[in-house]
């Protein structure tokens, strides 16, 4: 059963992960009519929402844009930072999403940055924990259920992770849409390229609770 939930979890993401792939491809070549870089619309959206404490930066690798709540910085990838294509404008109007969730206390966003040191401390032990824990279920059952309250730290970080995704994704693509920075076209393959981004985080959640049930069940079913 473990296995088969395995490559059921391991299918979704690789076809979720090529379809984006094959998004982000498609739009890169649809180009904007205004002409603005991933980086100039990074800076307006933070302008027009009165930011000025958040620096949009270029950092290394493909698909690596994040914003980071520490250092307030926007990172895009070097790619985003600089193309002025569909796809561009959606990931870093998304990224400048998170930079307005965090000025304006966005309950969600709060909550999982408040989680964000647990779950980075479990993340090293957790599998570890399980393992053993599988392995001694009969003799020291409490082990496993160790292990089954650390992972369910880091489900519920994926779980919570998906309003905060949507919420960005919502967020930017009404200002795209308001302020006019791109066309019904270019708009339409933001929306599309930022849909198969947020499936990523509902297939990482709907794999990460299926794997807390199952050591839920292999607990509860020891005897």
Request: with cysteine; glycine share 4%; net charge positive.
């Amino acid at each position: 059963m473990y296995w088969i939930l395995i490559i059921v979890i391991m299918g979704a993401s690789w076809l979720v992960s090529n379809r984006l792939q094959s998004k982000f491809d498609q739009y890169s070549k649809l180009h904007l009519q205004n002409g603005m870089s991933g980086a100039e619309i990074a800076e307006k959206m933070l302008a027009d929402h009165g930011i000025r404490d958040v620096r949009v930066v270029s950092t290394p690798g493909r698909l690596t844009d994040h914003y980071n709540p520490a250092d307030k910085t926007v990172n895009l990838s070097e790619a985003v930072y600089n193309q002025r294509n569909a796809a561009a404008a959606a990931v870093a109007a998304h990224e400048c999403g998170h930079a307005v969730q965090h000025a304006t206390a966005y309950s969600w966003l709060t909550m999982r940055s408040k989680l964000v040191p647990v779950v980075n401390v479990a993340s090293r032990f957790v599998q570890w924990i399980l393992l053993a824990g599988i392995l001694m279920v009969n003799t020291f059952p409490q082990l496993l259920l160790l292990g089954i309250v650390i992972f369910a730290m880091t489900t519920l970080f994926s779980v919570i992770t998906l309003p905060v995704e949507y919420d960005a994704s919502n967020r930017a693509l009404a200002w795209l849409e308001n302020k006019r920075i791109v066309n019904q076209q270019e708009l339409a393959g933001s929306k599309d390229a930022l849909k198969w981004a947020a499936r990523t985080y509902v297939v990482a959640a709907i794999g990460s609770l299926g794997t807390l049930l199952y050591y839920v069940m292999v607990y509860t079913n020891r005897k």
